[in-house]
């Protein structure tokens, strides 16, 4: 597979380091994604540099985690973060080191990452630092803990759910001592944020592999989170779906109701810190995907019309997540369709009945009526015909247009 190359800016940022007299590489997943042939999201480097000298190389830095030793540098429109070569000190929340230690070499910066092929480093002449068999483990598709893996573990309790995510995303395997060391440690994940838990769990939903949620699940990684974690959700289903949050959620709350691994989705979605709207959305799509899924076009049009296109996106992916009916291309096709599913989409308007002396609630009530009409017959979704309908309420309830 050929190489990616690292950006001008990159080589750019290594030289001047370099120039002063200091040391640097590219480190961690950008050397992997370049071993494996693969666009890297971000560049990150190490370097000797301390972050105080890091901001005098280069002045239109920013010190965005000077604690940790790292400075976000700015260069030809593009941005990377520089990190101080470090060790890390004791852990006690099993979540980030209590301190760090700069230190001059690379060896022991590499030493404190979480799994071998993110140990890796590369220099600005294309040479790779490969101190623990990452690029075997990555020719081998394997995730393997550098170092002891319950220790690991016990520094940084989110790297259980970072292994099944690079796993999802990579299509790895996690080798053994590393899944007996997960499976161990799990009781361990109550102790993260939610809201990193939620950034990888929506990962691994993103990737090609979203049924590895079911792992999640089955190592007992969010016991805390859900009603029943002995239940084996059948999420197989779940990859059919578009690469889509919204959808995704809804879908994956649908199977777990379905399966009983948690009995009501808005609360299992609100401890996840999801936002206000995903939850609602995902949670009642995933109910009525549940209750009463629609069979239709018709019944399609009458739930965008009751819930909205959001809502009823969601619960037609959950619809497919379970029943595999194709609901969301045909919800899709409905809304392409151009015909009429909203009161908006009608061909008369709140003033128009207004003018036949409709006051009030009655405007919203009659449109109401008329739009159950036109979604029965898409083709009277015309203003002569919609209005003369409205004439002939307003006469039955003795109203006189103005």
Request: glycine share 8%.
């Amino acid at each position: 597979m050929g190489r990616e190359l690292p950006p001008k800016y990159v080589i750019k940022i290594l030289s001047r380091l370099e120039n002063r007299g200091f040391s640097a590489y590219m480190v961690g997943g950008c050397v992997r994604d370049v071993i494996m042939g693969r666009r890297p999201h971000d560049w990150d480097i190490c370097s000797s540099a301390l972050p105080d000298e890091v901001l005098a190389v280069f002045p239109r830095s920013r010190p965005t985690g000077i604690k940790h030793g790292t400075v976000t540098v700015k260069m030809s429109g593009s941005s990377a973060e520089i990190t101080t070569f470090r060790s890390d000190g004791e852990y006690k929340d099993h979540r980030r080191p209590e301190a760090v230690q700069f230190i001059s070499g690379l060896k022991g910066d590499l030493e404190r990452r979480d799994f071998t092929v993110n140990a890796l480093a590369l220099s600005r002449s294309g040479e790779i630092c490969d101190l623990f068999g990452g690029k075997e483990d990555i020719g081998k598709r394997l995730i393997r803990c550098v170092g002891e893996p319950v220790r690991r573990f016990e520094e940084d309790a989110l790297r259980m759910l970072r292994a099944f995510r690079f796993s999802a995303v990579l299509g790895f395997e996690i080798e053994p001592a590393t899944l007996a060391a997960i499976r161990k440690s799990a009781p361990l994940s109550a102790f993260l944020a939610k809201e990193r838990v939620r950034d990888e769990l929506q990962k691994i939903l993103l990737s090609d592999s979203p049924q590895t949620m079911s792992s999640v699940i089955e190592f007992g990684l969010i016991d805390d989170l859900v009603d029943d974690a002995s239940a084996r959700p059948e999420l197989l289903s779940l990859k059919k779906l578009p690469k889509n949050r919204a959808l995704r959620w809804a879908a994956l709350c649908a199977l777990l109701l379905n399966s009983g691994v948690i009995k009501e989705s808005a609360g299992f979605l609100t401890l996840l810190r999801l936002d206000s709207a995903c939850v609602r959305n995902c949670s009642v799509g995933a109910k009525l995907a549940l209750e009463c899924p629609a069979a239709n076009a018709l019944s399609w049009k009458k739930q965008l019309a009751e819930n909205g296109a959001e809502i009823a996106q969601c619960t037609a992916a959950a619809c497919d997540a379970l029943y595999g009916r194709g609901s969301l291309r045909l919800l899709r096709s409905v809304i392409k369709s151009g015909e009429c599913w909203s009161i908006k989409q009608l061909a008369v308007s709140g003033d128009d009945l207004i003018g036949l002396g409709f006051r009030g609630t009655e405007v919203g009530s009659v449109l109401s009526l008329l739009l159950s009409h036109v979604l029965e017959s898409p083709s009277d979704n015309d203003k002569t015909l919609l209005l003369s309908m409205a004439r002939e309420l307003a006469a039955a309830q003795g109203k006189h247009s103005s």
